[in-house]
């Protein structure tokens, strides 16, 4: 999409809105900056794994948690960016055929029902995450805590992505397709 498509569409948009978009802007950056560095991590603890078990002959017992874990965080905090280009799986054949009206009430009721689902993600997430306080991750010795709430802090992130996708689509993942 054109840089002045995006511009002109936020210099329309009311104050919530523009505001909406600010806020999103600095939470996905942050949120695909610290996703990139967790892969980064979760490939160099996978390197020392490696070398650990087939090299010293001394396998840690620390790493595959932890390099589950890590991917784990890294996916919730991906969502944000995937969310935010519309690259999420979709219908594109019903989206396609749609124009007009009918094109933004399907983009709104998307909109809905991903939200729906992020916001049980929250709700349930952190649930989850408050009950299983007192259990540790194997070989990690910390509390599986800090794995389960990937679940609602990804969640709640990528609800403002989705918002702001809908205030000013993106629509990246159409414009490759074939």
Request: glycine letters at 6%.
């Amino acid at each position: 999409m054109a840089a002045g498509a995006v511009s002109a569409g936020k210099a329309s948009a009311s104050p919530p809105v523009r505001w909406l978009m600010a806020a999103e802007r600095t939470v996905t950056t942050g949120c695909i900056f610290v996703a990139c560095c967790l892969l980064g991590a979760a490939a160099s603890v996978g390197l020392i794994q490696v070398l650990a078990r087939f090299i010293l002959n001394q396998p840690t017992s620390w790493s595959e948690p932890l390099i589950r874990t890590l991917l784990i965080w890294m996916t919730y905090l991906g969502m944000c960016g995937v969310f935010r280009i519309g690259a999420m799986v979709s219908v594109d054949v019903l989206y396609r055929a749609c124009r007009g009206r009918a094109r933004r009430a399907l983009e709104a009721l998307i909109t809905l029902a991903t939200l729906t689902l992020l916001l049980i993600l929250v709700w349930y997430g952190a649930d989850l995450a408050y009950r299983a306080r007192f259990q540790n991750l194997a070989g990690l010795e910390v509390p599986v805590i800090w794995a389960y709430a990937s679940i609602p802090v990804g969640a709640a992130a990528a609800v403002l992505a989705v918002l702001a996708h809908f205030f000013d689509p993106l629509r990246q993942e159409l414009d490759v397709a074939i």
